[in-house]
């Protein structure tokens, strides 16, 4: 049985305002939307820091859903993890995912696997290898913009190669390049290349880490991707949100990529998120 990671979110009572359906998102950090319960025996539930989902659950009234003061942690999610899973595991994305600054080269990677790895098969696929650690295949091209970023997918080693789950952070580099106003519509279209490609997996797509100098675009840009995913997920596509909102200005070596521990933020972030996947039924064998 997948272990259930998603966990009751603070509710209040209200009055009567747009509700939100079931199934329909109902919070999360900066949702101005629906807040409220549609039907009895539905809660809403916590999924990450920017998505909270209406869900059939225990018996409620109509709610309010808090969307603030969400707590985030760096510490190993421990007995939580998930096992039982043979992922073929697709990390893509631009010079972070590569793991450019981390001190092994490894990035998020190393400490991702090692959350992973009791209890699963694990095995990262891509085109690039870097890092000191044994499964260092991976899809992060340094500069890459979003648009480049789904060129490389396409390689034999990458979406072709069909990964039942991709952990996907692209964008910074379009900060860099001025052009983060339609970013989020190059991602949108990167997001359909994934599914094109591999109609059964499961796209986990990570907000972006701080920048320096360029972060009012960071903030607009996560914004936007925070809408688009909740917007496909309740379309039906099995795609969710990683926050990386945990780390800070003080995580960065060079006030682009992280530092280690900045990585190992990155590694407890997409874990959860890989766990709820998981829960939802998503991550099948691969193809």
């Known amino acids: 049985m997948w272990f259930n990671v998603f966990v009751s979110f603070v509710i209040s009572s209200g009055v009567a305002l747009a509700q939100s359906p079931v199934w329909g998102q109902c919070g999360g950090m900066?949702?101005?939307?629906r807040t409220l319960i549609r039907a009895p025996g539905s809660t809403c539930t916590f999924s990450n820091n920017w998505?909270?989902?209406c869900l059939p659950g225990a018996a409620t009234t109509t709610a309010t859903t808090t969307t603030t003061s969400i707590?985030?942690?760096s510490s190993a999610p421990g007995s939580t993890s998930t096992t039982g899973l043979n992922l073929r595991l697709l990390p893509l994305g631009d010079s972070i995912t590569f793991g450019l600054e981390s001190s092994d080269?490894?990035?998020y990677r190393n400490a991702l696997h090692k959350l992973l790895e009791p209890g699963n098969t694990v095995n990262f696929i891509g085109s690039l290898k870097a890092g000191t650690m044994a499964d260092n295949d991976n899809e992060g091209h340094?500069?890459?913009?979003i648009a480049q970023i789904q060129q490389f997918s396409t390689n034999?080693?990458?979406l072709p190669a069909r990964p039942n789950l991709v952990l996907l952070m692209a964008g910074t580099n379009d900060v860099f390049g001025g052009s983060i106003s339609t970013g989020p519509n190059r991602l949108s279209t990167l997001i359909d290349s994934i599914f094109s490609a591999c109609p059964d997996a499961a796209l986990i797509v990570a907000t972006l880490i701080p920048l320096n100098g360029g972060q009012s675009s960071v903030d607009t840009y996560n914004q936007a991707v925070t809408q688009l995913v909740a917007q496909r997920k309740a379309a039906g596509q099995h795609i969710l949100l990683a926050s990386m909102a945990s780390?800070?200005?003080g995580d960065l070596a060079d006030g682009v990529h992280p530092n280690d521990g900045g990585y190992v933020k990155m590694a407890n972030a997409w874990f959860p998120v890989?766990?709820?996947a998981a829960a939802n039924g998503w991550i099948g064998q691969p193809v």
């Open 30 to 33: 900066g949702w101005t939307g």
């Open 71 to 73: 707590t985030t942690t």
């Open 156 to 158: 034999s080693a990458a």
């Open 247 to 249: 780390i800070t200005a």
């Open 274 to 276: 890989i766990q709820q």
């Open 51 to 53: 998505y909270s989902q």
């Open 142 to 145: 340094s500069g890459a913009t």
């Open 105 to 107: 080269g490894n990035g």
